[in-house]
């Protein structure tokens, strides 16, 4: 059984079910060790938050991180592929492609990027060049879902690492993030002096995190709460979470009065902190995974792609006839 909830026109579905539990073996494989590159997770104490003036939060801060906590979830894939390139198509936002080259290139493997031909390549887009052996391909395309398919079949066809949409449905990338809550939790216990989180808050798309997070810290959090921004959720993707119903779509920016005190993403988890600053209670905890770059920043990283031709015609396949550039 489950329960429906709708409102500004969203309809989610809950069961109160984590579908990364749904194998024999699935705890103890998340349970494991990966040898990570980056830095522990950093909790800060916030003791002005908007209205609130009489109460403390904390703040588990990646976006520190030049990829935000995708960082970790791609080292997690990246540590556990055998495959010398990995692929994803990416979108004209968000920091996975980022993530993914940082993770890539640290660990001597290149990232190719197949994305939906535009007139100008994103600042997303352009991002992922801060780091060696990144190539951007470009198809024409109407949907989405069929970039992924061909790109899918091409890394098949290839020896490529093809990773999911959105980084969901990975275990290795559910493993990492489970791993990253562990320590935050230690980090939070040091800092707080308590032993357990009355709550833990993130704002969600695919609910890969705020399941992992039930895993990593599991009981030693009184409850979860979710903000979906992106679309609409269906059963076993947020698991125990307590959802929140926001009134923006995901397109839309948080209103200034709203954001943060510290930098965040203006679509995305800027959105879930008028909730969680309004309604979670003493030393609390939320999860910021990244933030948006600065306008000084934005502008060199559109300097950073080499020349290309990002608008083909219809029907031109160079994108897949080739394999990926050998690693220099």
Not at 76 to 100: E, I, M, N, R
Not at 110 to 119: D, K, N, Q
Request: hydrophobic letters at 35%.
């Amino acid at each position: 059984m489950g329960s429906i909830v709708k409102g500004h026109g969203w309809t989610h579905e809950l069961d109160g079910k984590n579908k990364d539990l749904s194998s024999v073996n699935a705890e103890s494989y998340f349970e494991r060790e990966i040898e990570s590159s980056l830095p522990d997770p950093v909790i800060e104490k916030v003791e002005w938050c908007g209205s609130n003036l009489d109460k403390t939060l904390y703040v588990w801060r990646d976006d520190k991180l030049i990829g935000g906590l995708k960082s970790r979830a791609c080292e997690g894939l990246v540590l556990g592929t055998q495959a010398t390139h990995l692929a994803y198509v990416s979108q004209h936002t968000g920091a996975a492609p980022t993530a993914l080259a940082e993770a890539a290139s640290k660990h001597g493997k290149g990232t190719v990027l197949f994305s939906a031909c535009r007139s100008k390549m994103t600042v997303a887009q352009c991002r992922p060049f801060l780091f060696p052996n990144v190539e951007q391909r470009w198809y024409r395309i109407v949907r989405m879902p069929m970039l992924n398919r061909k790109t899918e079949k091409w890394c098949k066809d290839y020896g490529v690492e093809f990773v999911r949409p959105g980084l969901a449905d990975t275990p290795l990338v559910t493993a990492a993030i489970a791993q990253a809550a562990r320590k935050a939790l230690q980090s939070y216990r040091e800092l707080s002096g308590r032993e357990t989180i009355p709550q833990v808050w993130c704002v969600s798309s695919t609910g890969t995190l705020t399941r992992a997070l039930q895993i990593g810290i599991a009981k030693e959090a009184d409850s979860y709460h979710v903000v979906p921004v992106a679309r609409n959720m269906k059963k076993g993707e947020l698991g125990e979470s307590n959802i929140h119903i926001e009134p923006l779509k995901f397109d839309q920016l948080e209103q200034r009065h709203n954001l943060p005190p510290f930098p965040s993403v203006a679509n995305y988890d800027a959105k879930g902190w008028k909730h969680f600053n309004e309604q979670a209670p003493e030393d609390s905890l939320f999860v910021n995974v990244g933030a948006d770059p600065s306008p000084s920043d934005a502008a060199k990283y559109l300097t950073l792609p080499p020349s290309q031709e990002s608008w083909l015609e219809w029907n031109d396949e160079r994108a897949f006839e080739q394999p990926p550039k050998p690693i220099q």
